[in-house]
T-cell receptor, first 114, second 111 residues
Framework: DTGVSQDPRHKITKRGQNVTFRCDPISEHNRLYWYRQTLGQGPEFLTYFQNEAQLEKSRLLSDRFSAERPKGSFSTLEIQRTEQGDSAMYLC????????????FGPGTRLTVL | QKEVEQDPGPLSVPEGAIVSLNCTYSNSAFQYFMWYRQYSRKGPELLMYTYSSGNKEDGRFTAQVDKSSKYISLFIRDSQPSDSATYLCAMSGQGAQKLVFGQGTRLTINP
C-alpha cells in the first residue's frame, strides 16, 4: 500500500536557514494539500494543488513560504529564512477529485528551528 | 471564536467503555464531516467520513452529524487501549477544499 510519503521525517535547522520538504501523494490522487500543526492544536490549512496548479493559499503562507508541484505528482514546500515560530509539524495530504474531499495524510515532517 | 470547537480533554476511560467525542461548529456551509485519529508524532488517519446529516457506522465506530444543531459526534464502543490517541474532527464546505479542524481530544483507554 503506497500511501502519502513525506521526506524528511525530522529536520532541525538554525534560524535564518532555508529548508525544503517533499511530499509524494497517493499515485492516482490529483489533489495535494499542505497543512501545519503545532503542539496541542489541529492542523491548519496552508495551500492546495489540483494537478500542477496551486489553487488556494492561506494567509498563513507568508512570502517566506513557497510550494510547488511541477509535474502534478510530488510537491515541495520551501521555507526561507526560518524563524523559531516556524517550528511545527508540516503535513501533506492528498485526495481524488471525485471522493468529495476525503483527504489522506502522510506522516508529516517535524521541523525544529533553533 | 473558532469555526470548529472541540474539547481538548484529556479524557480517560476504562477499557470496554463507550466513548463519546464531540465537536460544534459555526459555519452553516459545512457539508462534509470527518474524524481523524492521530497517534503521537504521527500523521492523522482518516476514521470516518460523513456527508450532510445522519449516522454512519463502521465496526466499533459510529459518527453522527446534526446540522440543525451544528454538532457532530463520534462514538467508540468496546474501547481498547489501542484506541488511545488524539481524535480530530474536520469539516469542509461544498466545493471548498480546505479542511477546518478542531483542536483535537486526547483520549486514554486504561486497561
Amino acid at each position: 500500500d503506497t500511501g502519502v510519503s513525506q521526506d524528511p521525517r525530522h529536520k532541525i535547522t538554525k534560524r535564518g536557514q532555508n529548508v525544503t520538504f517533499r511530499c509524494d501523494p497517493i499515485s492516482e490522487h490529483n489533489r495535494l494539500y499542505w497543512y501545519r500543526q503545532t503542539l496541542g492544536q489541529g492542523p491548519e490549512f496552508l495551500t492546495y494543488f489540483q494537478n500542477e496548479a496551486q489553487l488556494e493559499k492561506s494567509r498563513l503562507l507568508s512570502d517566506r513560504f513557497s510550494a510547488e508541484r511541477p509535474k502534478g505528482s510530488f510537491s515541495t514546500l520551501e521555507i526561507q529564512r526560518t524563524e523559531q515560530g516556524d517550528s511545527a509539524m508540516y503535513l501533506c495530504a492528498s485526495s481524488y477529485r471525485t471522493t468529495n474531499n476525503e483527504q489522506f495524510f502522510g506522516p508529516g515532517t517535524r521541523l525544529t528551528v533553533l | 471564536q473558532k469555526e470548529v470547537e472541540q474539547d481538548p480533554g484529556p479524557l480517560s476511560v476504562p477499557e470496554g467503555a463507550i466513548v463519546s467525542l464531540n465537536c460544534t461548529y459555526s459555519n452553516s456551509a459545512f457539508q462534509y464531516f470527518m474524524w481523524y485519529r492521530q497517534y503521537s508524532r504521527k500523521g492523522p488517519e482518516l476514521l470516518m467520513y460523513t456527508y450532510s446529516s445522519g449516522n454512519k457506522e463502521d465496526g466499533r465506530f459510529t459518527a453522527q452529524v446534526d446540522k440543525s444543531s451544528k454538532y457532530i459526534s463520534l462514538f467508540i464502543r468496546d474501547s481498547q487501549p489501542s484506541d488511545s490517541a488524539t481524535y480530530l474532527c474536520a469539516m469542509s464546505g461544498q466545493g471548498a477544499q480546505k479542511l477546518v479542524f478542531g483542536q483535537g481530544t486526547r483520549l486514554t483507554i486504561n486497561p
